[in-house]
């Protein structure tokens, strides 16, 4: 049973160029959740996803981010015309219902660097 | 909002000795969750330990152990015989136990050295 499975691991783009980070849950989980770690901080939530819907964006930046996670396939965070200050860890967890007393499980991450 | 404070940027320990983290968080509520999380250089997200706000009852997992208190609210982790591989940031979260609870609520970590 694989875990959640972020790719790419690492990710290089230039100020205005798009990033796009993929996240397939692990097997039989529904919801996804994003979230992103700056240099020297802990993880802070972005979005909540379930199948085609999103649930929860408060986290995320209202410009340039989305997110979606399609009937078929991985979940897709989008950055649109990246900036130096979007350079962070990006990590996706994956869990089987809204209740995470459990803790999630969650990949390892995908490292954007803007140059 | 909650908020999860880590007040100790780096620490070290040596090899086999008993090392202590520190976190402290601040909420409201009564009823949630607490975790410590440890993330190696491989950057995965490793959950070490889990704590129910209601069980008077620390938290055990092998060589790691939990002082949770309360009244407190302090959720300190304690390594016992450190290992060379227990090397890693580590985090202390915070997730509400009903309603939307969903988001955890993460400190700035830890930096855990076990030197030989």
């Known amino acids: 049973n694989a875990g959640v499975m972020q790719n790419p691991r690492h990710l290089v783009r230039r100020r205005g160029q798009e990033a796009r980070l993929r996240c397939s849950p692990m097997?039989?989980?529904?919801?996804v959740y994003w979230y992103r770690q700056l240099p020297e901080e802990g993880l802070k939530f972005m979005v909540y996803?379930?199948?085609?819907?999103?649930?929860?964006e408060s986290g995320m930046p209202k410009e340039r981010f989305s997110a979606e996670f399609p009937k078929e396939g991985p979940s897709i965070l989008r950055i649109q015309q990246v900036v130096r200050g979007d350079s962070a860890a990006y990590f996706c967890?994956?869990?089987?219902?809204?209740?995470?007393?459990?803790?999630?499980?969650f990949g390892s991450g995908t490292r954007l660097t803007v140059v | 909002a909650q908020t999860v404070t880590q007040s100790q940027p780096e620490m070290s320990v040596q090899e086999a000795e008993t090392v202590t983290l520190s976190c402290t968080y601040d909420?409201?509520?009564?009823?949630?969750?607490l975790f410590w999380y440890k993330q190696p250089p491989s950057r995965q997200m490793i959950l070490v330990i889990r704590?129910?706000?209601?069980?008077?009852q620390n938290a055990t997992e092998n060589r790691f152990s939990v002082n949770f208190q309360k009244a407190a609210k302090s959720f300190s982790l304690k390594i016992s015989d450190s290992q060379l591989g227990d090397t890693a940031m580590y985090f202390c979260?915070?997730?509400?136990?009903?309603?939307?609870?969903?988001?955890?609520?993460f400190g700035k970590g830890t930096l855990l050295t076990v030197n030989p």
């Open positions: 967890a994956s869990s089987p219902r809204t209740e995470t007393n459990y803790g999630y499980t």
């Open positions: 097997k039989g989980h529904s919801h």
């Open positions: 996803l379930q199948k085609e819907n999103i649930i929860d």
């Open positions: 909420t409201s509520e009564s009823n949630y969750y």
């Open positions: 704590q129910e706000a209601y069980k008077q």
């Open positions: 979260a915070f997730i509400y136990s009903g309603g939307s609870n969903y988001k955890l609520t």
